[in-house]
């Protein structure tokens, strides 16, 4: 019986083996999948088992399941292939009869107009045709995508945003981590669709001030249009597309679509979620 992390060589899955291995899981009991050759070693120097894979060739994925395993698929960077590389783990681990998947998801994935959730609406739909044993973590935001606004705002001393009032329920990588590996280890989250969230929300003025702390320099939120947002982005040297991306998540921000609070990512971790402000001084 082994754990597969399908997706160990990314941040959360890195941070999830870790804790994995913090739980007790013998890193024999552990396989960490990826792409990318350079980080499995790192992975295997750790004493875990690794295979390399690619979503995109499923014959990649030949051997890598057995059917007493647990199988987190963390969801992939590259968007807009994501479903067709999705579907191709979930195949694999059908094909094999796998004990359980475990997927990281999006915030009501099914059911919200938040810009990201089609390719994770059509990945649950993909498990439950499945017909596998399935837990759902629908991961909120992640602390550490202020990362590059900590950045800016150390050289500008502004946070330039569309969000308006919108709120934000972010907790760090490392509690989702934590949460996808409870997930992997206890079998009762079998069924389950859980909705992750920091246990507190934040304003654009709550997050000035915590990137001001962190940075040590005074920090002034520039709220504009979602126009004038396109357009100071573009003359910043983003792309229209990329641009408009951006914008849009900060409008599904301000609509509230990532400020729910409902306390279930501290529940399954057993902890409160990292405040904003360590979360952040963790990763700046
Ligand atoms: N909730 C949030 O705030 C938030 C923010 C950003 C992203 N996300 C989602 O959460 C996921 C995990 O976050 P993260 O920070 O760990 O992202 P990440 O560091 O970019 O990791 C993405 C992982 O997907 C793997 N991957 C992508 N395409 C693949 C392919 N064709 N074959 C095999 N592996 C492939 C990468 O493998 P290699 O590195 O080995 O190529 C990597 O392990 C992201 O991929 C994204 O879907 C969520």
């Known amino acids: 019986m082994s754990y597969i992390v399908i997706g160990a060589t ?28 350079d980080r499995l070693t790192a992975l295997a120097e750790r004493g875990v088992r690794t295979q390399r894979i690619d ?31 999705h579907g191709n783990a979930i195949d694999a681990a059908r094909s094999v009869g796998v ?10 994935a099914d059911a919200t107009a938040l810009v990201l959730a089609p390719e994770h609406k059509a990945t649950e739909e993909l498990i439950a ?17 202020y990362l590059q606004a900590a950045e800016q705002a150390r050289q500008t001393g502004t946070l330039v945003t569309s969000v308006g009032d919108g709120k934000v329920a972010s907790a760090s990588r490392g509690d989702f981590a934590e949460a ?21 929300s934040w304003n654009q003025q709550e997050l000035a001030a915590a990137i001001s702390a962190t940075i040590g320099r005074d920090v002034t939120v ?15 040297g983003l792309d229209e597309g990329t641009a408009g991306f951006v914008v849009a998540l900060d409008g599904n921000t301000r609509d509230g679509l990532l400020g729910v609070t409902n306390g279930e990512l501290s529940t399954l971790i057993g ?11 963790a990763a700046v």
């Open 10 to 37: 990314g941040h959360l899955g890195t941070l999830t083996i870790d804790s994995l291995l913090d739980r007790g899981i013998a890193a024999t009991d552990i396989v960490a999948a990826g792409r990318n050759a």
């Open 55 to 85: 979503l995109d060739d499923p014959a990649t994925l030949e051997g890598l399941f057995s059917p007493d395993d647990t199988v987190l698929l963390i969801s992939g960077n590259e968007v807009g292939r994501r479903v067709a590389q």
């Open 99 to 108: 004990k359980r998947i475990i997927y990281t998801s999006a915030p009501k």
């Open 129 to 145: 045709a499945s017909g596998l044993p399935a837990t759902i973590l629908r991961n909120g935001w992640y602390t550490e995508n």
């Open 180 to 200: 996808a590996a409870v997930a992997l280890i206890d079998d009762t989250t079998t069924g389950n669709t859980y909705e992750l969230s920091g246990d507190e």
């Open 222 to 236: 520039q709220n504009v249009t979602s126009e004038e947002h396109q357009r100071l982005l573009v003359a910043a």
């Open 271 to 281: 902890r409160p979620t990292t405040p904003l402000i360590d979360g952040l001084r």
